[in-house]
Structure formats: structure tokens, C-alpha cells
RNA sequence: GGCGAAGUAGCUCAGUUGGCUAGAGCACACGGUUCAUACCCGUGGUGUCGAGGGUUCGAAUCCCCCCUUCGCUACCA
């Protein structure tokens, strides 16, 4: 009888750097469902790897001074590197850059044209000159241009769009008919009353504004839109071909049984993917799981404050297991979970620690100090043997009725309940007690038999989540894994084994204090590079080319006013992610300002800033609220802003001329 | 603005269809123990269950309203 089969999926990583923890969480994640499911018996696929065009890439490479190629390739090694110090088991690594990948991208493109659910068309939306970028009505903030505050302007451009409309009545349906199709189910709601219900819009599939993607074979001024790209990897990954060719691997594998992505692009997995494959003809995957993030505690991480986090920081820090441990751990099922230095060293001694690897080493440091190492059952049992037993081989379904809800945090808790009851049967059976009496030596015996003969069943069981630890304690005691069938029975430990003479400590207790002051020490530094880094980059990008405006008249400049004005008082405006509105003093005057800076400034740091403002336009209402001028302010190429202001002091009032 | 979620011990959270003195882990205090990585085992306290009102014999749990926080709100990936 052949396996059932498992194909799993994470989303491929998108190359524009080196990811963060909270990024290489997800391929933690699964991976340890990757290696449940294969203890469970299921023959396991599972495919990873990275998403690789796309402007935001183009212009990454172009900054570094390489070609989007040379660049991908060394963030994809980086992260392949990143993927397998996590100890992950992936079967796959697929790169949207494979030419097997793009070729059937494009015969993937021009089926759906042939069949007319791509169509040519024209994208119209506000455009924005300088940014060269179009922007949705929605988008836009205070009807300019979010990135530069500038006018933008309607405009048109060729572009190919998907007939979303066609498919959508299938989705809800679908959706409605498979409840656990979209986890956690709070995100169902979300994308039927955002997108499924008020009615889906077609989806523009290509691009003209850049070139680093794969080209539309049939019209070379297009390259396909990047989630197309991206997401057909699941099935061109198994070796999909849109015209009758795929390979025996895909039909075994395909649809896929969890595609696993962050709570941010469920959009993407939930909507258009299942609609695509529909177009192709093809059955749905049958769950995407939109987990939560891991954030940082202390403050939002940044790479100008030097204090993101990557995994392998972490594992230099505490080991792979220990990391692998927090992140499942400390991840809610719905909610985004926390991380921080002093969280990580509470885990690691409380769980990892005290509660299991002291478990482990006391155990065989008894053996050793009793019987040489040697572990015999005497069959001596007692009555207290059965409710360890009866804890022990009862964690199995336990586990599996948690994995089976994907609650991976659950599923380890069951699992160090196990070990928290081996620790309680030590106290309750004392050996150090039983060693001192003659006639205890057979109990004694067959109380360290099931020590060891339990903590088995527990290494056994914690494998997927961490690997290498369940392979150290089985060596220590100088024995292999269980087979998964096997954890619901006890006494399977050979008889007379003799367990290591030097148990090795699994994990190390850590001092709080250092931690935090090895990694304040490794964040200065973080920033003192990101700091000269950034100082570099001044020098060599100080040039900013705009467009040049037409030549004016002396006249034209003279309608402008401008005037220093006062900062007295400053607040967010409610309801807007970038206003501040300002009562700024000009002269005598008050006039209430209001400036689409607030990611740039705080209302508090506003106060008290002499600032020029241009002060005879035409009041506007923006967000509700009257503005009665304009705050200047320089911007760089990111498009951080920077308010300007008089080089020495000078009264609110001061003509600026 | 629209849709949705959440607010329970110092911290992280459980609390199924309303029912006995509201729970777990960590942290804290005390006690026990010594095989072990100053570890393990036991005991204990604290909670206006966001605020207010209502339904009910009885509500953290249902209804109303308010406050706070968070998520999503489509062509950046």
C-alpha cells in the first residue's frame, strides 16, 4: 500500500534582502508540520524558495550597482543559506528566475490569452511623473501623490488584465462549501466583505514600467505581472505544463494540501491564485493558512536603528533548536506573537533548560551513578509507573489532534507536559532514596527504565519541532527515534542498554544581563554600519535629477509668497495614516496647516519649528479640515522629507525672498 | 468612512452551547528535596473578567451603548 501523499508549500521569498526573523519564522513553521506529517506516514513534498522580479528588485540592483541577476542570485544563496542553518527540510527550492519556471509562465499566459480571459486593455489611474508610478484614487492622499506629494494626473497605459469577474461567483461559492479553506477563518471575512462581495475588480497582469520580469512572449514591450509569476511556482515547481505535458510528479501531487504564507498576501493565495488555476482548469488547493507575524517587542525593527533581528544572530546567540523552539512557541495560532532578547532567555532556561535538559541529564547521571549506565527493567512497578505511562503514551494523539489544527504552539505544550510529568516522577519516586536500601535495587532499576523508556517517547515526539535535540538525546541514550506508531506504547527500550557515560548538557542556562549586552553590543554595531552606510550613500547619491519644469517669468515667482512662520501647536489628524495639522504663526497671523508629513515628524516634535510656508494659496480642505498654505520641505530620493527652515533665526513673519 | 477582531492575575494567554468558591504557564513568596544545568516537586496570594446599562434564579459568557487597541480596505512585492 502506497503512502498518502503531503504537499506543502511556503510562500517563496521575495529577493529584495536578507529577511528578518519574523520572515524566516514561516519556514520554520513549516517545516515542522513538513516533518509531523511525514512521522504521521504521508509521503511529504514540500516546496520552497524565491520570488525574484519585479521593480522594487530592479531598482534595488540598480542602487547596488549590479545587474537584478547578479543581485538576486546572491540574496536567493543567502537565503537557501538561511533556510538550511534553520535545519530545514525542504524538498524543493524553486527560484522564479529557473527557465523551466518562466517558460511555462508564458505559455501559461498566452493559454489564458487564447482562451480570452486575458485581455488587452488600458490601465487608467493618477500618475505621478516624477515617481513614474500610477496610483488608485484610493491611494492617493489628498489627491496627490503618495510617495511625493506632488499633482498627479489621469492617465492611460496598454496593459493586459485578467477577467477576475468571470471566476468570482466559483470563489464564493467554493469558499463557502469549504470552511477550512481559508485559516484562520477571521481572514475569510475579510476577503469576502472587502473583495468577494462588494464585486472583484479585473486584475492589470502586466507591466510596461519595467523590465525585470518575465516578457510576455507574444508582446516584448510587456513583462507578466509579478504574482502571476510568482505564484504558479506551486504548480510549476512539480513540473506543470499548461499543455497536457506535466510530469507524473504533478499529477501526484497536485492540488496542494496547505499553501502557508504570512497574513498579508492572503489576497493573493485566497482570490487570485484559486481563480487562475480555475482558468487552468485545474482543483484548488485545499488550504491556505495566513499565519501571524513574530514582531519585536522594544520598538519597530529598522534596519537604520541596527536593530532587526535575523535567525542566524539568534542562533549564534542560542543554537538552532532553541530559536526553532521560540518561534513555534511563542506564536499564537490568530494573533501576531512578540520576540525579544529577554523572552528568549526566559524560554530557554524555564522550558529548554530546566524542565528538559536537566531532565535528560539528571536521568542519565543516575544510571551511570547506580547500575554504570546500564538500564534494566527489574519489573518492579508501582502503582505511580501507571499514570506516567498512562500521561506518556497519551501525548501522541494529544499532539496529533493539535497538528491537525495546524496549533503548533499547542502541540509542543502537550509535549513538554510529558517531560514536566517524567521530572514529577523523579520527586515522587526518589531514587537517590531507593539507592540507599539493599532491597530497593530492583525498583530502583525499573524506575530509571522508564525514565529513559519515556523520555524516548518524548524525543520522539518532539522531532519535527526540534531535530537535532530529539537525535542528541537518542544518542545519549544510545538508541534511535520511535516510529510513530510506536508512541503509544511503553517499554520499547532495549533491555540492558547501556546509556552515555558523559551526558553532554543539551542546553546551557543564560544570564539575562549578557545576552542583552552582547546584543546591544551587536546592534551599536548594526548601526554605526548602517550609519557610515548611509553617510556613503549621501555623498555618492547626492544628485537628484527631477524632471525640469518650463522656464518661468520673474512675474511667476513674484505671485508666490512665502513667509517664516511659527509652529505654536501641532496634532495628528484622526482617521489620516500621513496628516499633521499645524497652527502656525506668520507675523500676526494664525493660520491652521495642514501637511502630509506625519511618518516623517512626530505632532510633538513640530511645535516650536520655524518653518517656510507658502502662504497665499488657496485654502483647500483636506481630510475634512481647512489648510490655508503650505509647509515646505525637501525630499530625497526614498522620500523622506525634511521641513525647510531659516539658516539663522528669524522672526515668524520674515519675508522669505 | 466601511467591514472585522480583541480588551480576563505583574507578563503571555485558556475559558466550549450562560451554572457550583474564574483557570494554566512564566514571574513572585514560602515549604520540601538533593540525582541533576542553584535544578526539581509542593503550597500560596492578588483579578472592579475595558466602562456603563439591560435580560436572567444566575453572565467573563447573551443584548444595547461607550472607550481603547489591532487587522483588512485591491494592481508595491
Known amino acids: 500500500m502506497s503512502k498518502p ?10 529577493t529584495s534582502g536578507k529577511p528578518h526573523i519574523g520572515n524566516s519564522y514561516e519556514i520554520v513553521l513549516a517545516d515542522s508540520i513538513a516533518r509531523f506529517k511525514r512521522q504521521e506516514g504521508y509521503d511529504v513534498f514540500f516546496q520552497t524558495g524565491t520570488d525574484e522580479h519585479g521593480q522594487k528588485i530592479e531598482l534595488k540592483a540598480e542602487e547596488a550597482g549590479v545587474t537584478p541577476k547578479e543581485f538576486v542570485d546572491n540574496v536567493s ?13 525542504y524538498d524543493k527550492f524553486i527560484r522564479t528566475t529557473d ?13 489564458l490569452y487564447d482562451k480570452g480571459d486575458i485581455y488587452k486593455g488600458a490601465y487608467e489611474g493618477m500618475y505621478c511623473t516624477p515617481c513614474e508610478s500610477f496610483w488608485t484614487e484610493s491611494q492617493l492622499v489628498d ?10 494626473k489621469p492617465a492611460k497605459e496598454e496593459a493586459y488584465f485578467f477577467k477576475m469577474s468571470k471566476y468570482a461567483d466559483r470563489l464564493i461559492q467554493y469558499i463557502n462549501e469549504h470552511p477550512e479553506f481559508i485559516q484562520p477563518v477571521s481572514r475569510k471575512n475579510e476577503m469576502m466583505n472587502n473583495f468577494l462581495l462588494p464585486g472583484l475588480q479585473d486584475l492589470c497582469v502586466s507591466r510596461t514600467s519595467f523590465k525585470w520580469g518575465i516578457p510576455v512572449d507574444f508582446d516584448s514591450r510587456h513583462v507578466v505581472y509579478v504574482w502571476l509569476d510568482a505564484l504558479t511556482n506551486y504548480i510549476t515547481g512539480i513540473g506543470y505544463d499548461c499543455n497536457g505535458g506535466s510530469t507524473d510528479q504533478f499529477k501526484a501531487l497536485w492540488p496542494a494540501d496547505l499553501h502557508l504564507i504570512g497574513k498579508d498576501i492572503i489576497r493573493f493565495h485566497t482570490i487570485y491564485w484559486p481563480i487562475f488555476l480555475m482558468a487552468l482548469d485545474l482543483p484548488l488547493p485545499k488550504q491556505v493558512f495566513g499565519h501571524p507575524w513574530l514582531l519585536q517587542g522594544d520598538g519597530k525593527m529598522s534596519k537604520s536603528k541596527g536593530n532587526v533581528i535575523y535567525a542566524d544572530d539568534l542562533v549564534t546567540f542560542f543554537g538552532v533548536d532553541a530559536v526553532r523552539y521560540f518561534v513555534l512557541h511563542e506564536m499564537p495560532f490568530e494573533n501576531d506573537g512578540v520576540i525579544s532578547w529577554e523572552l528568549m532567555v526566559e524560554r530557554m532556561n524555564s522550558d529548554l533548560a ?101 523520555i524516548m517517547t518524548g524525543a520522539s515526539l518532539i522531532e519535527p519541532y526540534m531535530p537535532a535535540t ?28 547501556k546509556v552515555t557515560e558523559k551526558p553532554e548538557i543539551l542546553f546551557a542556562r543564560l544570564d539575562a544581563k549578557e545576552v542583552l549586552e552582547k546584543a546591544e553590543a551587536l546592534f551599536a554595531e548594526r548601526k554605526a554600519e548602517a550609519d557610515k552606510a548611509a553617510g556613503i550613500t549621501e555623498t555618492v547619491e547626492e544628485e537628484i535629477n527631477i524632471e525640469a519644469k518650463p522656464e518661468i517669468e520673474y512675474g511667476d515667482f513674484d505671485k508666490l509668497q512665502f513667509q517664516v512662520g511659527e509652529i ?37 516634535e513640530m511645535v516650536g519649528k520655524k518653518v517656510m510656508v507658502l502662504v497665499n494659496l488657496k485654502p483647500a480642505t483636506l481630510a ?25 533665526s528669524m522672526p515668524a513673519g520674515a519675508e522669505i525672498c
Open 624 to 648: 475634512g479640515i481647512v489648510s490655508e498654505g503650505m509647509l515646505l520641505c525637501a525630499e530625497d530620493a526614498e522620500g523622506n522629507l525634511a521641513l525647510v527652515t531659516p539658516e539663522k
Open 77 to 89: 544563496t543567502t537565503i537557501k543559506g538561511l533556510w538550511d542553518l534553520m535545519d530545514t527540510s
Open 470 to 497: 530529539a537525535n542528541k538525546i537518542a544518542e545519549q541514550l544510545n538508541t534511535t527515534l520511535r516510529e510513530f506508531d510506536d508512541l503509544e506504547k511503553s517499554g520499547l527500550y532495549p533491555q540492558g542498554n
Open 143 to 152: 489627491g496627490k501623490c503618495p510617495d511625493c506629494g506632488r499633482e498627479v
Open 568 to 604: 505654536i501647536s501641532c496634532e495628528e489628524v484622526k482617521k489620516s495614516k500621513k496628516l499633521l495639522c499645524s497652527q502656525v504663526k506668520v507675523g500676526s497671523q494664525m493660520k491652521q496647516i495642514v501637511s502630509g508629513i506625519k511618518q516623517h515628524y512626530s505632532a510633538e
Open 99 to 111: 527557465e523551466d519556471h518562466e517558460k511555462q509562465v508564458q505559455k501559461i499566459f498566452k493559454k
Open 5 to 14: 501523499k503531503y504537499y506543502i508549500t511556503t510562500a517563496i521569498a521575495y
Open 354 to 454: 530546566n524542565t528538559l535538559g536537566n531532565l535528560v541529564n539528571r536521568t542519565i547521571s543516575m544510571s551511570n551513578k547506580y547500575f554504570n549506565g546500564i538500564v534494566t527493567d527489574k519489573g518492579a512497578a508501582e502503582a505511580v509507573d501507571d499514570d506516567l505511562k498512562t500521561v506518556v503514551t497519551g501525548t501522541k494523539a494529544k499532539v496529533q489532534g493539535k497538528m491537525k489544527d495546524l496549533k503548533v504552539a499547542d502541540a509542543l505544550t502537550e509535549i513538554f507536559v510529558l517531560f514536566k510529568r517524567c521530572n514529577k516522577y523523579i520527586d515522587e519516586t526518589e531514587p537517590w532514596v531507593l539507592a540507599k536500601d539493599e532491597a530497593k535495587q530492583d525498583r530502583l532499576a525499573t524506575v530509571l527504565y522508564n525514565l529513559v523508556d519515556c
